[in-house]
């Protein structure tokens, strides 16, 4: 086979690499081809984005009646474009905080990013300069901009870079499986986190604090599902010294766990509510953050000492992708997506029960349409991460394709999967497993 000379940068892999990347050509439905015509489940749905999958024709024809209409116009400046001006109304009745208006960019990390500017400019506007700090977890993953990369707890997207930036500071994982959770009824292990929390504010000065970002459940992390009590306990806190509360719901908000946004599903009371992925199934890059009515307000009135609001993108509120936008709400609400999650994700963790106890598992979770299995090491030798890995290698052998993070294998199937789509995917990754355990080695060993 002659070399491969790679010419793309390929986020999150390592630039050394001089293998062919696995290159995906088509998709329909729930699968996707490769450039070999070899078929897959997708039991991530992308990147935890293509919520309805990747042959949905409205939004196709969304997007192409905009391109013809319309295909681009800035929303600076008090000029903006009709669509993405009726997406905003959208949001607005669907936002479940007291709304004041939605800011729209193109990622979730720039979500986060402007999320973290528009705390800073509160604070600002109520003469606080010295509130600069954002906190989060350990184990979140908020993106990987300059801001939102030192916001993200995890150490790879650190290393190399110099990341995180000082004034970002992190909290403990609010993980059950976590080793200081054991032994501890689920009331005491909250107590004790929200110690640590306490502590941090305590040590830092709580007037040099901005805002807390956290997700719901923790995606990207490995699946994380802080214990119920854990959220309110933390608002609390967060109320007290007035320092702001981010929900980044880039990959919970739009029906990922059953309900439209995690914020509604879990009693929640953000500030500001980021989102991305879902808002138009990854079909077009676009993201927003809500920006709930107190905040709103301190920053409209308080502009008239600072001045406009200096941030935003180019294609901030992009017409195209607004239309996508628009449309894949609608395709929501037309088809009760949230609702189907709801009613089949029973069926979801139904069939992955059968892991619990299992050999080399250590542990089976899941919320809505997103669960994980996290693996043990050891099995003949292997270490830390080797089973998610080998797992997730045979499962594209088997055509199904799964995320693993470390020893933990997460499904997050396209919300339109149907009850038997899930219970295939989890045929396949059994058989995977299966295989796996009759190995006699890591493949990656
Ligand atoms: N926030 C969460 C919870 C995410 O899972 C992600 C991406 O996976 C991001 C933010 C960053 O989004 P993006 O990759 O679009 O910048």
């Keep these: 086979m002659a070399p491969h000379t790679p010419t793309l940068l390929e986020p999150h892999t390592p630039p050394s690499l001089r293998t062919e990347p696995h290159v995906i050509v088509r998709g329909e439905g729930i699968t996707v081809w490769d450039s070999d015509g070899n078929s897959y489940l997708d039991g991530t749905s992308g990147m935890l984005c293509t919520n309805l999958g990747y042959s949905q024709p409205r939004l196709v024809r969304a997007a192409a009646r905009q391109m013809a209409r319309l295909p681009f116009f800035a929303t600076f400046a008090h000029r903006t474009n009709d669509v993405t001006s009726a997406l905003a109304e959208d949001l607005a009745r669907l936002s479940p905080i007291p709304m004041g208006r939605t800011f729209f960019a193109n990622s979730g990390s720039e979500a986060n990013d402007s999320a973290f500017k528009l705390a800073w400019y509160y604070h600002r506007c109520l003469g606080r300069r010295g509130r600069t700090k954002i906190i989060s ?163 409209a009135e308080g502009s008239k000492s600072i001045g406009a609001f200096g941030h935003g993108f180019t294609y901030s509120g992009h017409p195209v992708a607004a239309a996508v936008a628009r449309e894949t709400l609608a395709v929501l609400a037309d088809e009760g997506i949230p609702a189907h999650v709801r009613d089949t994700a029973p069926r979801l963790m139904k069939c992955l029960d059968v892991f619990r106890g299992a050999e080399a598992v250590r542990d089976v979770r899941g919320y809505g349409f997103l669960a994980a299995v996290t693996f043990a090491a050891g099995l003949r030798g292997r270490r830390e991460g080797d089973m998610g890995a080998d797992v997730m290698a045979r499962a594209v052998d088997n055509g199904l394709l799964l995320r693993a993070v470390g020893d933990t294998v997460a499904f997050a199937p396209p919300l339109v999967s149907t009850a038997e789509e899930v219970e295939v995917m989890v045929n396949l990754f059994e058989k995977s497993y299966r295989s796996v355990l009759a190995e006699p080695r890591s493949v990656y060993r």
């Design 137 to 299: 977890q350990k184990g979140g993953y908020h993106g990987t901009t300059t801001a939102a990369g030192s916001a993200t707890g995890l150490e790879p997207i650190h290393r190399g870079f110099g990341l995180p930036l000082p004034s970002f500071l992190k909290v403990p994982c609010p993980d059950p499986r976590a080793p200081q959770a054991q032994g501890m009824t689920e009331e005491r292990y909250v107590d004790h986190l929200i110690a640590r929390l306490e502590q941090l504010v305590a040590a830092e000065g709580a007037d040099t604090i901005a805002a807390f970002i956290a997700e719901p459940i923790l995606g990207a992390g490995g699946v994380i599902i802080p214990p119920p009590g854990y959220y309110p306990r933390v608002q609390e806190v967060l109320a007290r010294h007035d320092i702001l509360f981010i929900a980044d719901e880039v990959v919970t908000g739009f029906g990922r766990t059953g309900a439209m946004f995690a914020t509604t599903e879990f009693g929640l009371s953000p500030d500001l509510i980021t989102l991305a992925k879902g808002l138009s199934s990854a079909y077009a890059p676009i993201s927003a953050v809500m920006v709930g009515q107190r905040v709103m307000d301190t920053i």
